[in-house]
């Protein structure tokens, strides 16, 4: 179902350790551009480790993850987000100490030239370069309805804001691929619709996205491909329903209640 | 004049136009002392000339200490290792130059040497700056405090034992390095102390006003994002390393160019204030002031200024037997009440605490129009 066209990340055998703990260990799997991938696994089954390996935030024990053809492992993560990679937080990683338009204008970072002696002596370059910044800023801020808090301090927002304000920090980064780490944790019903409903916008508009989740109806709904994991192994990857009717999911992970829909 | 208004338009206007009439009255009052009036005579030798231009040097410094721990949020310990590499290179090769270095007398002579080895001397503390900070960055918390605490102790150490060259030395020990010339521009002398005056607070608001210009830029929203997380701040491709050495080479830049006219100020330098006492000191200013605050860097300076001055004059009047050393204990004091209370220092802590007053007025107003209603 995948070998469609090539993909956008390929994750090839990899392996990382932690202290003689194997908490990845030799998984692979593609994904494909303009879908929306979906890892999922128990707690403690190396979600987000993989994550953490993808963006460089952990190096790679053995392995290769290419993205667009090269390899990325062993890149630092700011040269992976120059690639094209950027992410949200599991743990928010709000930038406590600036405002909501301050956190955006970070992910517009690299559309940015002007350096420390432009930006001292207020050179018409950097004047202009942030005018443009607070303008994209606030488009961002606006596409995930937070306009009206852009000039409140981030860290005062409450938390279902923040997940958004990490998601337009994120787009504004004008990723290629969006890796989204569980962005539902914490949301209440209509907040998670509201999220379901922006993946499916920016998947329509053309962006790769990776999700980890365990929100199992966001998962199913929003998921082109799903991926899981069990003790940092692959046990499962297809379609949604591929994945639902696979006896070593619902065996291992699911419960043999989940086609009930309760999980 | 429209480049120059630019360059302080990111800036609280009101602000400027208060800080920048302080600093001509006062240096007005002092130059012409209309009926007699002294500042000296009426604070008890509190406020002083010497004192009010400390204060625009120690200000040089802070809005650079401000930019590394306040807005980057890496702790420095050992920043008057800085502060005392400006003095010193100013202080030797001004003062002694041609004896020890063979600078040719007719350079020394000219105005523009004390000048060129300022900005040398920048240059230098730039240089050593990134490429100790590069190493020693990669170190967080209580790690990264130590390292620049063993920093600031060496370089005072370097200061204070001599550096023997050829049977010669160069620091001059103790002692320290006397008779550096004063500044000129041309045959216009930067001197006496009300020209040096003006001289450092034009300097010290130009820093200010490029500080503020930094921390709402690009490089300055890169700079809180490390100090507000890093992960997330190398997640939207902030090179979290080369800020963190570039903004601790900038915090030296700006010490070596405080140290440089400290050292013209007073014509003479000793090790003593490079000390870490000294680095404590700017670290308790920098706190007071507010750290992430550019503002609080010249009332961090004014109020421990003040304070030194006063304990100085007082502290044997109310405590007899006490000795300079007795600061300390002030510091320590003043530290842990500012804590307590204002721990964003005292210019935020007091905005913070006023905008809450306004806002309660606001909404009692609003209650008690409400009741009519």
Redesign the interface.
Known sequence: MTGDQSPMLSVCGVYKEFGGLMAVNGVSFNIPAGKVTALIGPNGAGKTTLFNLVTGHHSVTRGEIRFGGGRIDGLAPHEIAAKGIVRTFQNLQIFGNMTALENVMVGLHLQGRSGMLAASLRLKSARMEEEEFHAKARDYLERVNLLSRADEDAGSLPYGEQRRLEIARALAAKPRLLLLDEPAAGLSHPETIALDDLICKLRDDGLTILLVEHDMDLVMGVADKVVVLQYGTKIAEGTPAEVQADANVIQAYLGSDWQAGDA | MKNLS??F??TNAAGWLALTAIVLLMGWIEIAAPSGFDFADLSGGVITMDTMVRIAILTVVLVGLNLVMGYAGQVSLGHAAFYGIGAYVSAIFTARGHSLFGVSQSVMASWQWPWFVMFAGMAFSTTLAYVIGKPILRLRGHYLAMATLGLGIMVYILFRENMGVQGDHITGSYDGVSGIPRLRVGEFEIWPISRYYFFAWLVALGVMA??M??I???????L??V???E??????????AAYKA?VFA?GAALASLGGSMYAHFQAAVSPSPFSFGGSLELVVMSSVGGL?SIWGAPFGVTIILFLKEFLRSRLRVLLSGASGEHEIIFYGLLLIVIMIFLPEGIVIGAMKRWKAWQARGRKETALSEGGKA
Request: glycine share 12%.
């Open positions: 630019r360059l338009a990111n490029l500080g210009n930094l709402n830029s690009r490089t300055g929203r890169a809180r994002a100090h507000g997380s992960v997330a701040a190398q997640a939207m491709g902030v090179d979290v570039r900038l992430a």
